[in-house]
């Protein structure tokens, strides 16, 4: 009787290390950026932060317990790394009514219906974060302002910087953009409070090689050149570069959403496509849409043609030279 090979779902990693223990690096490389949101945002958002990992955790247990009857996932982390990322997406004071709905979104619809693991074609975080954003777009865009244990005097609530772009100008917005935007912004969610901290958990993925540096760099590239051929046109209409790069979502879509081993390619040069076809949707969105920023949007998009991406730029074989 031949042997059986058992193949389990994608990711496969050429590597000793596991499923836990890469996500226990990416935890670690989100830490700066959770500490500085908890400094920044107190109580509020320890609560967020708590209630999205566990509502992920326990939404991943039940649905492997009760309905896919097979041994609980919940021990590689993914769950965990899931929540923290549906977390930095979401406004500090969000009702925790609307955390456990995104959960069950992002671990229930996104990735448990597709297999788990592995299998699903969508980031999980980002599907909960924009069907919460169609759905609750009151709650979703008012941001709280920074008032935690570190106190920021400057700060107010309800609108991001992005979102001042509309109200103020382009010119005025631009304005309020300076060197302390990387240790710190004027409103947002936690992963747009710090995009220092966040770049120092990208760093350690590279160091780790636990991402490869493809994907990021070709959306900061994208939008750079974009913002900057814009902001040279018409200065007053539109935002120059360091402001694109610095305020919204970008930082963490770019370094923790974007490279998600299972819905990126697996090519690089097909990363650098992918990461382009990010920034281009990203800038067109900020640029010339009803929504002040894109980023989410521009990723689930492009989740959709990775398959193709994947058929146009061939991975080598192994063993082939």
Sequence with gaps: MADSYIVSGN????APVSTRKIMLD??????PAVIVSFLFYGWSEIFVMLESIAFCVLTEWAITKFLMKKPSTIGDL???VTGILLAMTLPADMPWWIVLIGALVSI???????GGIGQNIFNPAIVGRVFLLISFPAQMTTWPAPNGFI???DAFSGATLLQQVQLLGADKAEALVN???LFENIGGSAGEISALALLVGWIYLLCRKVVKPWITISIFATVAIIAGIFHSVDPMTYTGPIFNLLTGGIILGSCFMANDYVTSPMNDWGGVIYGFGIGFILMMIRYFGSYPEGMAFAI???NMTVPLINRAFHQRKYGRK
């Design 26 to 31: 990416v935890i670690i490389a989100l830490s």
């Design 300 to 302: 689930l998009i492009m």
């Design 78 to 80: 993914s769950a965990v």
């Design 108 to 114: 229930g619809v996104a990735k448990m219906t597709f």
């Design 151 to 153: 106190k920021n005097v």
């Design 11 to 14: 990711p496969h990693w050429h």
């Design 179 to 181: 060197f302390g935007t």
